[in-house]
């Protein structure tokens, strides 16, 4: 799959290929994204939330564009909480959103204290191997370096020996390790990172590229002018889904069927576009979806 945008993306993690889905494949998607009660014999997950009424899900903290603090209530909103208040108002029961970290978002879903990870977490192989996740992605995102503008680092590679902080559980610490030769040093998430950037702890700050790309533009900009981005080249660039517990396919369709229709219908594009996210991939998947295309993230990895 090839992206229109203006950035290079050199080292691309690939979808599989798209698949147009058949007359009963629709019906089936169009079920399971406008049911509004639970099935019959639903799993586990959708039981206990129709029992509760309520849906909780995992969101980032305050992390423009994604999540936004609202000074007056102290509480997290934004791009991913629209998102999890829609599957809510499919569902028929109201939304609870988690605050997670790069350190707790996966233990907090397989301890059952959400039920969902609508935050920024792509597929990788290791993620896969615990958990689920509908395998329609709803955007993807790569990696980026803000460093000092006095660093001389320019591209990926000037980060050989160099300190690069990422947050605890990163998937870019591999390649940042075996492919370019950093010396990772993991931090519990982006503030903790950032603090030690400004401090002169690492050289780079490693993280999703549009947090860091709205950190240079967007209301707190003056406060990094000192800083850029190394490079236009996203590390990694891999598929977003939605996370859920292993074996729970109800779970899994339901939201899968909801991502499909976000992406015919519109919705997706028009939330990305009112929260700032950077939309390219998502107009493109949109205007796919409505030819009957779907992106679908690399297959579950199988427990051993």
């Known amino acids: ?14 979808f599989a290929p798209r698949v147009r889905a058949s007359a009963a ?17 639903a799993d586990a997950t959708l039981e206990r939330i129709k029992q509760r009424g309520t849906l909780v899900v995992g969101v980032d903290g305050a992390s423009p564009p994604f999540g936004i603090m609202d000074p007056a209530t102290g509480k997290v909103g934004g791009f991913q909480t629209e998102l999890g208040a829609d599957i809510a108002r499919r569902l028929g029961v109201k939304l609870e959103t988690v605050s ?9 879903l397989q301890a059952g204290k959400v039920d969902l990870l609508v935050a920024n977490i792509q597929w990788t192989r290791e993620r896969s191997a615990s958990l689920s996740y509908a395998p329609t992605p709803y955007n993807e995102v790569g990696g980026a370096a803000l460093v000092s503008k006095r660093s001389g680092i320019t591209r990926w590679e000037d980060l050989k020996g160099k300190v690069a902080c990422v947050s605890q559980g990163s998937n870019y610490a591999e390649p940042l390790d075996k492919t370019y030769g950093a010396v990772v040093k993991g931090l519990r998430g982006i503030p903790e990172s950032l603090l030690a950037l400004k401090g002169g702890t690492c050289a780079a700050s490693v993280h999703i590229q549009p947090a860091l790309y709205e950190l240079l533009h967007g209301p707190h900009a003056k406060e990094w002018e000192g800083y850029t981005l190394a490079t236009a080249d996203q590390l990694i660039p891999s598929p977003t889904v939605i ?34 996210v950077p939309d390219d991939y998502i107009r493109k998947a949109s205007d796919n979806a409505r030819l009957g295309k779907f992106d679908k993230a690399p297959a579950e990895i199988q427990e051993q």
């Open 1 to 14: 799959m090839k992206l229109h945008s203006s950035l290079h993306f050199p080292r691309r993690l690939a």
């Open 25 to 41: 494949a629709t019906v089936a998607v169009a079920m399971a994204s406008f049911a509004v009660a639970a099935p019959a014999r």
């Open 100 to 108: 997670v970290t790069a350190s707790t978002r996966v233990q907090f």
């Open 243 to 276: 996370w859920t517990r292993r074996n729970e396919a109800d779970t899994r369709a339901f939201v899968d069927g909801v991502i499909q229709d976000w992406l015919k219908s519109g919705y997706l594009l028009a939330q990305a576009r009112k929260f700032g």
